[in-house]
């Protein structure tokens, strides 16, 4: 009897030894991951923001300084650029769809991008480009980017897009998001 309780305590500090060193092997986190989700990956940061002022001293507009990297883990060419609102149509700027016009690409490890006379650029498999793009920003708000590049590949048409939020001339809010809802901070007065 006391040899059948001496072998379950071993095969209990056996499993529990096992469990421990489990938990110690570090695991591989996707979020740590530096490949692209698809065949081309899209990441904005804003570099800088200008503000104009009004005669009244309230925010008139600015312009957003906003870095584009752009990754490609499949060849890609003829890669083009735009600006646009969250509802898809054309970012305005003075009432007037706005054009970035040719993007300056350059490689990010600072040689030249395979650019084209129209702007677009052609990209190799694992090959990342930067561009940094000035977007006009009209009175004071939080605006809402959104960056697409749309190119060709071998399997026919890419696409990708991103969105960054930028204040200018109000705080900006911390949204806190789960699988269901936003939640926005809410400040109340009497």
Not at 44 to 61: K, M
Not at 93 to 100: K, V, Y
Not at 177 to 189: A, G, H, K, T
Request: hydrophobic share 45%.
């Amino acid at each position: 009897m006391r040899r059948k309780q001496e072998r379950q305590g071993t095969a209990f500090s056996l499993l529990l030894l096992g469990v421990v060193f489990a938990m110690t092997i570090p695991c591989a986190s996707p979020a740590l991951g530096s490949e692209p989700l698809g065949d081309l990956d899209l990441r904005l940061t804003l570099v800088g923001l200008e503000t104009t002022t009004a005669s009244d001293g309230s925010v008139a507009g600015g312009v957003a300084r906003i870095e584009a990297t752009l990754e490609a883990a499949a060849p890609a060419r003829e890669a083009r650029l735009r600006v646009l609102r969250p509802d898809g149509t054309a970012w305005l700027a003075g009432g007037r769809p706005f054009d970035p016009g040719p993007t300056a690409w350059t490689r990010a490890d600072g040689g030249e991008a395979l650019v084209a006379a129209d702007g677009s650029v052609a990209l190799g498999a694992r090959e990342t480009v930067r561009a940094v793009l000035e977007i006009p920003l009209e009175g004071a708000a939080v605006h809402e980017i959104v960056v697409e590049v749309a190119g060709r590949g071998a399997r026919g048409s890419l696409r990708t897009e991103n969105v960054l939020r930028v204040a200018l001339g109000v705080p900006e809010t911390d949204a806190e998001e789960d699988d269901e809802y936003v939640s926005f901070p809410v400040e109340v007065r009497p």
